[in-house]
């Protein structure tokens, strides 16, 4: 997902693509760009002087654009405020694409999740259940909500991993998902229900 942006952005400002839409994006990237560089990271190369400040240099070639994304991912996966941002810069300007926003943190909170950071995980699932339910996306909120379980579960909140595991159910079914459907009813029936 952060690939993808890194590239369609990094693309569009050097074709001079994008209008306003397109210059905002590539703000954004900038942006990430010179806080990964300011973290110590190696995700930016050295870039060009605008005003006595220099800003990274917009990644051109695969290799480029592929370590840049990673440097982005990993930021991302050490603070939720830059998950956060990292997540926004996947959206429109406008706000209008919660759907990838929604997939990026959902990403991230799997990524938490194996790493054994829970609370973490917690923290970006919760924001890909929003966008996910902002969105209408039935079977990724589903799949957001059945995640989530998983950290309540980790966690020893079963009155919320019913909750996510309950609203998992209820998408899957009305999706049509019965492997999703049953796997949820399981360990809803494990939980007593």
Known sequence: ???????????????????????????????????????????????????????PALPVTEPEQTAAALRLTELARSSPEFARDVAEFRRLPNGGDSYNAGRVYMSLGEAHLQAGDVDLARVCLDEAVQAMTEDGAGLQLADAAETRASCHRLSHRPAEERADLRTAAARYEEHGDHAGLDRVRARLAELGE
Do not use: C, H, I
């Open 1 to 55: 997902m952060v690939l993808s942006a890194v590239g369609t952005v990094a693309s569009g400002a050097l074709s001079g693509a994008g209008g306003e839409m397109g210059r905002r994006a590539s703000e954004r990237l900038y942006g990430l760009l010179s806080r990964a560089r300011a973290d110590g990271g190696a995700g930016a190369a050295a870039g060009s002087v605008d005003g006595g400040e220099r800003r």
